[in-house]
């Protein structure tokens, strides 16, 4: 997993198959083949591709494509999403449009999360 640290800012693409942990901040886009985890305070100011996208900080994106997103409740997003599962925990804030894939349950899921941060 690539880690970028607290405190830590990248200025550009971000591009790999291993996983990706922000708790800095990204200033450009992310295409990560597996996971891609925006911690709480981190930022990401750009678009992400992804196969999975937790976001526990903020996300200012024109477009995420992801297969499967969840956004916790401490996410600040703004962006459309277009993805197969979306969940979105009671607390998050969501900005944009979202459109499900072929094979979608039919709609975000919205959840409490139970999760420490």
Same mark, same amino acid.
Request: aromatic share 4%; hydrophobic share 40%; glycine share 18%.
């Given at each position: 997993?690539? #880690?970028?640290?607290?405190?830590?800012?990248?200025?550009?693409? #971000?591009?790999?198959?291993?996983?990706?942990e922000?708790?800095?901040?990204? &200033?450009?886009?992310?295409r990560?083949?597996?996971?891609?985890?925006?911690?709480?305070?981190?930022?990401?100011?750009?678009?992400? &591709?992804?196969?999975?996208?937790?976001?526990?900080?903020?996300?200012?994106?024109?477009?995420?494509?992801v297969?499967?997103v &969840?956004?916790?409740?401490?996410?600040r #997003?703004?962006?459309?999403?277009?993805?197969?599962?979306?969940?979105?925990?009671?607390?998050?804030?969501? &900005?944009?449009? #979202? *459109?499900?894939?072929?094979?979608?349950?039919?709609?975000?899921?919205?959840?409490?999360?139970?999760? *420490?941060?």
């Amino acid at each position: 997993m690539t #880690v970028i640290g607290a405190g830590t800012t990248l200025h550009g693409d #971000v591009s790999g198959r291993d996983p990706l942990e922000v708790r800095g901040t990204v &200033e450009g886009d992310c295409r990560i083949g597996g996971l891609c985890i925006v911690a709480e305070g981190g930022r990401v100011l750009g678009n992400i &591709e992804s196969e999975g996208l937790v976001v526990a900080g903020e996300v200012e994106a024109g477009k995420l494509t992801v297969d499967r997103v &969840e956004l916790r409740s401490t996410a600040r #997003v703004r962006g459309a999403i277009t993805a197969r599962v979306l969940a979105i925990a009671d607390g998050a804030f969501y &900005e944009g449009d #979202v *459109q499900m894939e072929p094979g979608a349950s039919g709609g975000p899921t919205f959840f409490k999360d139970r999760r *420490q941060a």
